[in-house]
């Protein structure tokens, strides 16, 4: 049961464009919406988040915005740069602690110069 | 100001031997999680402790699997009797407290043979 889906394995875009990655959720109970990016052989690290009493959020190129209605969300890149190319994570948390999350399975952003 | 440090970061073992993973967590932090990443999947989390504490262990596989967090040095996730299926990617993260976003470490790759 996946219960935070990212429904695009991939995405290209061009340097300057902006990205939008899309995450869609069915877990009512999360509260809480997190972006990581990913490199090969790292671990994630953490962009940007947005609780369920808001519907954006924005932290210099990157904005996110929640739709609880549609339970979707998705992270917007403006302007896009070559060093964005990377695995992109949805996850999402609430209740027990905000690092329990249940996380999508990534979609790969490709920056093209 | 180190962040999340894991040790190591690559380990193979043959099937029917113990893997160790072990997690520093950042300084100050108290809560560590860890998730697994299976190839070409998202991160599924596994267990949640706090100081000498398990708090949450609902992502644990019920057998051969067990994780500590002691008073004093590390969180170890121990994998006794591995098979080739627990090869994965193991991450560990950690933060201040239940409310705030958790960083991660670089990850073990733990290659089973």
């Known amino acids: 049961d996946q219960q935070v889906k990212q429904n695009s394995p991939s995405l290209s875009v061009q340097e300057g464009r902006i990205s939008i990655l899309n995450c869609d959720y069915t877990?009512?109970?999360?509260?809480?919406f997190l972006w990581y990016k990913k490199y090969p052989a790292e671990g994630p690290t953490f962009l940007i988040s947005?609780?369920?009493?808001?519907d954006k959020n924005e932290d210099g190129r990157f904005t996110v915005f929640l739709n609880k209605s549609a339970k979707h969300l998705s992270l917007h890149i403006v302007p896009s740069q070559p060093g964005d190319s990377a695995v992109y994570f949805c996850?999402?948390?609430?209740?027990?602690?905000?690092?329990?999350?249940?996380f999508g399975q990534g979609t790969i952003l490709t920056v093209h110069p | 100001n180190a962040g999340v440090m894991q040790n190591p970061r690559h380990l193979v073992r043959r099937r029917g031997q113990e893997a160790r993973l072990r997690c520093s967590p950042v300084?100050?932090?108290?809560?560590v999680y860890w998730y697994r990443q299976l190839p070409e999947e998202g991160l599924k989390f596994m267990v949640y402790?706090?100081?000498?504490?398990?708090?949450?262990e609902s992502g644990m596989p019920k057998e051969r699997f067990s994780a500590e967090f002691p008073k004093e040095g590390p969180s170890i996730l121990r994998i006794q009797q591995v098979v080739r299926g627990d090869s994965a990617a193991y991450f560990c993260?950690?933060?201040?407290?239940?409310?705030?976003?958790?960083?991660f470490g670089q990850g073990t790759r733990l290659t089973v043979v």
């Open positions: 993260a950690s933060s201040h407290d239940k409310n705030t976003e958790a960083f």
């Open positions: 877990n009512s109970m999360f509260d809480y």
């Open positions: 947005i609780s369920s009493i808001k």
């Open positions: 996850a999402a948390g609430g209740g027990t602690s905000y690092g329990k999350l249940t």
């Open positions: 300084k100050g932090h108290s809560h």
């Open positions: 402790l706090q100081k000498e504490n398990i708090i949450d």
